[in-house]
C-alpha cells in the first residue's frame, strides 16, 4: 500500500482524493487519533488517523524487545546508579520543556530542584519551588 500523502497529489480530481480518504479513514485496521486538523485554505476539519503497515508493526515490534532488554539492564543497576539516570532524565526533561516554552533556566537549576523533589528536601532555588510545593 502506497502512502497517502506520495499518492496525494498524482490523484487528478479532488473527488478520487477523497474517495480514496474516505476508504482508507474506513478500514477495519485504520487508528483514528481523535485529534482533528484543519489544513491552510480549507473551511473543513479532519481527524487525523493511521493505518498500521507492516513495517510500522515491524518497528514497534523491535522497540517492544528494546523496551524489554532496557528494563532488565536497568533492574540490575545499583540504587545510586538508577536515580542518578532518573535525576538525569527528568532534568533533560524539563529543560527542553523550558527551552521550548521560552523559560530561561540551567540545567544546574533543574538537576538541583528535581534531586531536591527526589530526595524529599527543601528547594534551594527558590524560582523552582513551586516544583517542590506541587510534588508534595
Known sequence: M???????YNI???EDRDKIAKERYNYHSTIR????????DQDKT???FYIPTNKTINLIQKITL???ELEEKFN??????????LIEIVADELYSTNEL???????KEIV?????????????????NRIYEQSR
Do not use: C, Q
Not at 502506497?2 to 496525494?8: N, Q
Not at 516554552?101 to 540545567?107: A, C, H, V
Open 33 to 40: 487519533t481523535g485529534l482533528e486538523i484543519k489544513p491552510i
Open 101 to 107: 516554552e521560552g523559560i530561561k533556566s540551567s540545567r
Open 76 to 85: 540490575i543497576l545499583p540504587g545510586v546508579a538508577k536515580t542518578k539516570f
Open 112 to 128: 538541583e530542584s528535581t534531586k531536591s523533589i527526589i530526595f524529599n528536601e527543601e528547594s534551594k532555588n527558590k524560582r523552582f
Open 2 to 8: 502506497d502512502y497517502f500523502y506520495k499518492m496525494y
Open 66 to 68: 528494546y523496551d524489554k
Open 12 to 14: 487528478k480530481s479532488i
Open 46 to 48: 479532519f481527524e487525523l
